[in-house]
């Protein structure tokens, strides 16, 4: 089982920066990957980012360049540092873990972000 809390969210003007934290339990941490997922009102969850538990990351196309997954497993921490925000990034941002060995899925209950033009 891991248990997922997002923090770090709240209101922005467009052009500025929030960071993330998604604080996980478990002693499996080490072997689960992880990712943000953003829904907007009406749309469905789409992903951002994930990082694996070797490090290698991957991000969707709306926010490359300006978006930096990472993760501390030594405090079982994963962040999304959000840069150079826009408007269409307003969204409930999701923690989401992937256990490689089970393929269980676990998600936190979201951080809103808001970012004003």
């Known amino acids: 089982q891991v248990q997922l809390v997002e923090s770090g969210g709240g209101l922005v003007q467009f052009g500025g920066s929030l960071r993330l934290s998604c604080a996980a339990s478990?002693?499996?941490?080490?072997?689960?990957?992880m990712g943000w997922y953003r829904q907007a009102p009406g749309k469905q969850r789409d992903l951002v980012a994930v990082?694996?538990?070797?490090?290698?990351?991957n991000y969707a196309d709306a926010v490359k360049g300006r978006f930096t997954i990472s993760r501390d497993n030594a405090k079982n921490m994963v962040y999304l540092q959000m840069n150079s925000l826009k408007p269409e990034d307003t969204a409930v941002y999701y923690c989401?873990?992937?256990?490689?060995?089970?393929?269980?899925?676990?998600w936190g209950k979201g951080t809103l972000v808001t970012v004003s033009s």
């Open positions: 989401n873990a992937h256990n490689i060995i089970t393929g269980m899925d676990y």
């Open positions: 990082i694996n538990n070797a490090g290698g990351t």
């Open positions: 478990g002693a499996s941490f080490r072997y689960n990957a």
